[in-house]
């Protein structure tokens, strides 16, 4: 079956400290891979996608993420976090369930505190 | 234009009551999901319609939840004789096609008491 990991539940970081968050996903078909956000009192917003082309992807507010077919990885990153940026950021995958049919297959989540 | 919107935004009700969580999508969109978030956990994924038809229930916990889709566009989710474990987030999502970005809606707290 698909599934999504990612690596961290929670994470803490100081206000300019780099980001990476870990995903990865097994399922052996072509993909499209998502990051969502969910800020507090929010609800879930698209970050960034992948569908084709250069693997390394630019979202909003500074993030970007790689994805690395041969890993089955597509890592969230951001070079200098902010407040702002705490969240709680759901990595996603688009799989072909059967009867052709896409849907999407959400990783646990990882929650992001960024302290001033 | 108009987001996914989601009624009521909270709702108590008492253990063995049916509850009736209503689901407006992005206008167009054929595909709709709704899943279910509990405190402090992630996304689970309760059922898919594509259209009018739900070729994906595989996450539905149990018969007590049902849902239905009336053409490409209004969509309720019932939990019959709700229990205190169905306290969650109840989250409705769409997209264009089911390939393409979901779009979230703000949710409906259910709270059972």
């Known amino acids: 079956a698909q599934s999504v990991s990612q690596h961290n539940h929670h994470v803490i970081l100081s206000e300019a400290a780099s980001l990476e968050l870990g995903c990865n996903y097994s399922?052996?078909?072509?993909?499209?891979l998502f990051w969502y956000v969910q800020y507090p009192g929010q609800h879930l917003q698209l970050l960034l996608k992948?569908?084709?082309?250069?693997?390394l992807v630019k979202g909003i507010k500074g993030f970007e993420a790689e994805f690395i077919k041969s890993k089955f990885s597509f890592n969230l990153r951001k070079p200098s976090v902010q407040w702002s940026d705490t969240a709680e950021y759901f990595c996603?995958?688009?799989?072909?369930?059967?009867?052709?049919?896409?849907?999407?297959?959400f990783g646990a989540g990882t929650r992001l505190a960024v302290h001033p | 234009g108009a987001g996914v919107s989601q009624s009521p935004s909270n709702k108590v009700t008492e253990k063995g009551k049916d509850v009736e969580l209503r689901c407006d999508p992005i206008?167009?969109?054929?595909?709709l999901y709704w899943y279910r978030q509990r405190l402090g956990q992630g996304l689970e994924f309760l059922i898919y319609?594509?259209?009018?038809?739900?070729?994906?229930k595989s996450g539905l916990p149990s018969d007590r939840f049902s849902a239905e889709r009336t053409g490409e566009s209004v969509s309720t989710l019932t939990i019959q004789r709700t229990q205190q474990e169905d306290s969650a987030v109840y989250l409705c999502?769409?997209?264009?096609?089911?390939?393409?970005?979901?779009?979230f809606g703000p949710g409906t707290r259910l709270t059972v008491t």
């Open positions: 206008s167009g969109h054929t595909a």
């Open positions: 319609f594509q259209g009018n038809s739900a070729p994906d």
């Open positions: 996603a995958v688009n799989a072909l369930i059967s009867g052709g049919y896409n849907k999407l297959i």
């Open positions: 992948y569908f084709s082309g250069d693997p």
């Open positions: 399922y052996g078909g072509t993909v499209n």
């Open positions: 999502a769409s997209s264009l096609v089911s390939i393409k970005e979901q779009y």
